[in-house]
């Protein structure tokens, strides 16, 4: 019986050779194919969308040089504001400077003619009235 059991395993063991030897194969055939889809993915990839993604990355760093320049430039144009007001503060500073006391003084010429109009509104008041009462007197 052994050699009838060991016949048996023997013949077990083949037939699963064989199975697993079928199951091998048809792996290999389907892992080749992938093989080959993949292959034409890679090249597919290569042809068409790697040039897509080039021209785009050539657009979009032609955009990014203007918008630089254009920032560079507003950066300069803000630089020269920043220098223009302060250039116009102290320019308004000195004509503040300059002003004020000719303000001052035409505030003062203008209390001392008024002064002046009050003086010669009271005279001429003054000069009425003694004119009347000489009027009066005089009669």
Do not use: C
């Not at 290569?46 to 254009?70: F, I, M």
């Amino acid at each position: 019986m052994t050699s009838i059991a060991g016949s048996a395993l023997l013949w077990v063991v083949a037939a699963a050779v064989i199975v697993l030897t079928y199951f091998v194969a048809r792996l290999l055939r389907q892992l080749g194919r992938t093989a080959a889809e993949v292959e034409k993915l890679a090249q597919g990839v290569s042809n068409d969308l790697l040039p897509r993604v080039e021209r785009v990355l050539d657009r979009v760093e032609a955009e990014l040089v203007e918008v630089q320049a254009v920032t560079e430039t507003a950066r300069r144009v803000t630089e020269r504001t920043d220098r223009m007001a302060a250039t116009l503060g102290e320019i308004v500073a000195r004509a503040q400077e300059t002003v004020n006391p000719i303000l001052d003084t035409v505030a003062d010429l203008g209390a001392t003619l008024h002064q002046g109009v009050a003086l010669f509104s009271g005279l001429k008041a003054g000069l009425g009235a003694l004119r009347r009462f000489r009027g009066h007197g005089g009669e």
